[in-house]
């Protein structure tokens, strides 16, 4: 059996799944309200909970940008471990007194714990919708580069037999329907299926690129001997580009819109804790599986340049295949892992986009069944409107993807500091995001996008964050005294 | 009569102390994340020497290898971290 038809076949197979998994979480749902839709009722257990916020949170850049960047930047990219780590250690800042007052709540949406914590402040609508604005244009951002990669891979897996734009729409009817019929619950779902197949197919493939080479060693040896500097001690701004991106990814990552929906989203406290207490050690089963297997790349492919690295991974998976049909099956069952965590990234930021714009933005109540229908008509708008510009594939918006975590970051005070710290007040907040916002903004199209290894959205949060508090210090002097007091269970 | 005693364990008497002493709790969590910080700080090879050639320590040059056991070690010390956090929704009973 040739590639292309394996490819057809398993994508047959793989597509056919999500149509089932859609129709049972349809049947599994209880009520049209936006808790049952956006957040599945509420009752994702561990292994679901798991799974899904790994798929989530392992994107298509996670698996074919991430080797591509270790082919690129060699063995200093092991920094990919210590931020992807550093997401589920800056989760301890929010989610222990986010998670309870959510149930006491009933939080739907991000803006839900805005609009609860500012209740009473001026400029509070002006900051739900600055902190709306930021995560939907990321989150619009995000899903543009997972059409165009779901494209780009259906093509490749089907051996061109599937064209780019066929693979783009094609993939995103299929997002659409599934997340449409079963919302959440068939998200979730759906991504337990795509994490277990993304997580066997890449030890797959590592334990096959380790035993050809003849192990760690000697790719390690072989790679001074072909780039000395892949190997050797990083300098200073390669360093603090390292501490950097820690910061700045695992500040970023927690106010992702759709990992704040998984906090609401889970059954009971215990099942969430437990769900991270796993999750921690998934950066060390896939993140360093990523990076060890572009790293293997330099010595097997020689000399790719420029955005050539970037398809390290699929002209491995090309070898692979090549070895016989037991390999070609197993490279198959990869493209399709990798397809899987594209689309379970899309699915993610589809729903969140549709709960974001629907409850955050147009300001629809989160209790009302017509909100749903809002997030569902919103999420397709958005998806159509994304689809058409994916069409064209000279357009590149990868300035814009880079843009993401620094817009995302802003975020940070009204979430994680205004938890903290009572006397925060939600005008400065306000302008703090918005200054933060412009530097952030201006550096990266000015083409500065780090300044001393630092990225400049890390170094605007720090403005950001001197505005919002020096700004509730003056707020409190002028209205006569703040509450400093720790803690925010209003 | 003859009366049944529970078996003393230590991992009985550690989960006896930890599900009763919240307090306990707080610190060892505590503790364990001031250790994550510190491995994040020694993760990144800001004491070395820019350019040096690294011996291989597990396949890996020596500075990968301190990251890479860092991270293993945050992994860990993280993991046992969020077992400890009290994270009990407003009408969840107490396990």
Known sequence: ?490 | MRIETPSFTPRLYYADLMSRNSLLRRRARAVLLGLVVLLYVVSVPWYREAGATPSIVFGLPDWVAVALGCYVGVAILNSLAWLLTDLQDHDEEAP
């Open chain 1, 1 to 490: 059996m040739s590639f292309q038809a394996l490819g057809v076949s398993a994508l047959v197979v793989y597509l056919g799944a999500l149509f089932v998994v859609a129709e049972i979480s349809r049947r599994a749902r209880r009520d049209l309200s936006p808790s049952d839709h956006f957040l599945a009722g509420r009752q994702l257990g561990v292994f679901v909970l798991f799974l899904t916020l790994y798929a989530t949170a392992y994107s298509g850049n996670s698996l074919l940008g991430y080797p591509g960047e270790a082919y690129r930047r060699g063995f200093s990219w092991i920094m990919a471990v210590g931020f992807m780590t550093s997401i589920i250690v800056c989760f301890h800042l929010l989610v222990p007194k986010l998670r309870p007052l959510a149930t006491r709540w009933g939080f739907v949406s991000p803006g839900d714990w805005v609009r609860h914590r500012f209740a009473d402040d001026p400029g509070l609508r002006k900051l739900v919708m600055g902190v709306a604005l930021l995560m939907a244009l990321a989150l619009a951002n995000f899903l543009f580069a997972q059409l165009k990669a779901m494209g780009e891979l259906a093509e490749e897996v089907t051996g061109g037999l599937v064209p780019y734009e066929l693979g783009v729409i094609g993939l995103a009817a299929m997002v659409l329907f599934y997340e449409t019929r079963g919302g959440m619950r068939a998200v979730a779902w759906t991504d337990t299926v795509q994490g277990l197949l993304m997580l066997f197919g890449l030890m797959a493939l590592l334990s096959w690129l380790l035993v050809g080479a003849g192990g760690m060693g000697t790719i390690t040896r072989e790679i001074f001997e072909l780039r000395p500097d892949a190997v050797l001690v990083p300098d200073g701004d390669e360093v603090r580009n390292w501490i950097s991106t820690i910061l700045l990814l695992g500040l970023a990552s927690v106010v992702y819109p759709q990992a704040i929906q998984r906090v609401y989203a889970a059954k009971h406290g215990r099942t969430l804790k437990r769900a991270f207490s796993l999750m921690t050690f998934m950066p060390l089963t896939t993140t360093l599986v990523v990076i060890l297997i572009g790293l293997a790349a330099i010595p097997r492919l020689g000399e790719l340049t420029g955005a050539e690295a970037d398809r390290v991974m699929p002209l491995l998976l090309g070898e692979w295949a090549a070895a016989g049909t037991p390999s070609a099956v197993a490279a198959v069952m990869v493209f399709i892992g990798a397809l899987a965590a594209i689309m379970s990234t899309a699915d993610s930021v589809l729903l969140s986009l549709g709960s974001v714009v629907a409850e955050d933005i147009v300001g629809r109540d989160r209790r009302d069944p017509g909100t749903t229908r809002l997030g569902k008509r919103v999420a397709a708008g958005i998806l159509v409107a994304m689809v058409l510009l994916a069409m064209d594939r000279s357009i590149t918006l990868w300035r814009l993807i880079e843009l993401k975590m620094e817009l995302l970051v802003q975020c940070v005070p009204a979430f994680m500091l205004a938890i903290h710290w009572r006397g925060l007040r939600a005008a400065p907040t306000f302008w703090g995001l918005v200054v933060g916002t412009i530097i952030a903004v201006t550096a990266v199209f000015v083409g500065s996008p780090r300044i001393y290894g630092f990225h400049t959205g890390v170094l605007s949060l720090g403005v950001n964050l001197l505005i919002a508090v020096g700004g509730s210090l003056a707020v409190a002097r002028s209205t006569g005294g703040t509450d400093l007091r720790v803690g925010a269970d209003r």
